[in-house]
């Protein structure tokens, strides 16, 4: 498809969603198409680019939370051209997604993508994450981050080495060289995790960041490519308790989970893995309500999302879903989700995987 197709496309598809009339549709049509003959490219709206990236969060087939995508708060800072401007949308996007512990789903648009000497790129996976060492043949921190981690170092960047060094920002402005800001730490929320039950659960210093803010993914909306544009929602408890803290590859702390509750010898059989687990989301989930901050469990989120289903089946539009993402990964069998098929095809507007700037 031409640029200009996917340009009518997408607003096509806008004007029906926000009525707007035959009249001003036609118009902004054919503005679109006269600005690509003569620039090669066009500019959305701000009422465009808001509309956009929350269609791009409905048809993002790997999200569970989707029910909330008209919810998103849209910040345009296509205008930042230097990197003191763009660090400061950053740290703005952090404090106002926090709120407090009230996390607010938010995504915060860059300039387009225009050619290789005119882009910006953010170099962390998530704005706000831990930092992995490589010590000895192990790993402090979080192993998911060992390879942007050296790349921090080589920029000057030393952290102290502990288990939740948070890493700093990093991006690339058009052809410039990358920039490397420290977060505030009034801006980093963390939540430190106890357990309901078990008094020894605080002893195990364990602590996750309030809000996931994805940085390294594209924002397509009507051909127009925005390749930085961090964006967040609201942490299910398996993605930290599940996965982040649990998954071998990362934070490994089922086995000291099972040996703190006498579970050390158990076999396979025994399901050790699977007490273990289902504690520390217990605890995750305990400790973020504890604190105040937003969360949500897979049981609530997988019946949020078949409203979701039924919503947007009354809207006339097709579901779409990656079935492997959607299944939480703790008791997926008690959810619909796990006993549905659905579509995997991917619609635009949406956000799609980008390689790394610094490989």
């Not at 496309?9 to 549709?25: I, R, T, W």
């Not at 708060?73 to 106002?96: G, K, M, S, T, Y």
């Not at 704005?127 to 790349?151: C, M, N, Q, W």
């Not at 924002?219 to 930290?240: K, S």
């Amino acid at each position: 498809m031409s640029l200009f197709e996917k340009a009518e496309a997408f607003l096509l598809q806008y004007g029906k969603e926000m009525n707007v009339d035959e009249y001003n549709l036609k118009t902004r049509l054919e503005a679109v198409e006269k600005e690509i003959e003569q620039t090669g490219t066009y500019v959305h709206t701000y009422e465009e680019l808001t509309h956009g990236a929350k269609m791009a969060w409905r048809n993002s087939n790997r999200c569970i939370g989707r029910l909330f995508w008209n919810m998103l708060h849209v910040f345009d800072e296509r205008d930042a051209q230097n990197p003191e401007a763009i660090r400061d949308a950053l740290f703005h996007h952090i404090d106002h997604a926090t709120n407090g512990g009230q996390i607010r789903p938010t995504i915060t648009i860059f300039k387009p993508h225009q050619s290789e000497k005119d882009q910006l790129r953010m170099w962390n996976h998530q704005l706000i994450r831990y930092a992995g060492y490589e010590v000895d043949g192990d790993v402090v921190g979080d192993p998911h981050s060992v390879e942007f981690t050296k790349k921090c170092q080589e920029l000057g960047w030393t952290g102290r080495g502990g288990k939740h060094d948070v890493l700093p920002l990093v991006f690339q402005l058009d052809e410039q060289a990358p920039v490397l800001y420290e977060i505030p730490d009034n801006l980093v929320a963390e939540v430190s995790l106890s357990h309901p039950l078990y008094d020894w659960w605080e002893q195990l210093e364990m602590k996750w960041y309030s809000v996931p803010i994805i940085s390294d993914m594209e924002l397509e909306i009507g051909g127009i490519h925005y390749t930085a544009a961090p964006f967040n929602g609201w942490y299910m408890g398996t993605e930290i308790g599940a996965r982040n803290l649990a998954d071998e590859a990362r934070y490994d702390y089922l086995p000291l989970i099972a040996e703190k509750m006498g579970l050390g010898d158990a076999k396979a059989s025994d399901l050790w893995k699977d007490r273990a687990l289902v504690e520390l989301n217990t605890a995750v989930l305990h400790s973020f309500k504890q604190a105040g901050v937003t969360i949500v469990d897979h049981h609530t989120a997988a019946q949020q999302f078949q409203t979701f289903e039924k919503r947007e089946k009354n809207a006339g539009r097709e579901i779409t879903g990656d079935w492997t993402w959607l299944i939480p990964p703790v008791s997926p069998a008690t959810t619909h989700i796990f006993h549905k098929d659905y579509e995997h095809t991917m619609h635009s507007p949406n956000y799609f995987y980008q390689d790394k700037p610094y490989e």
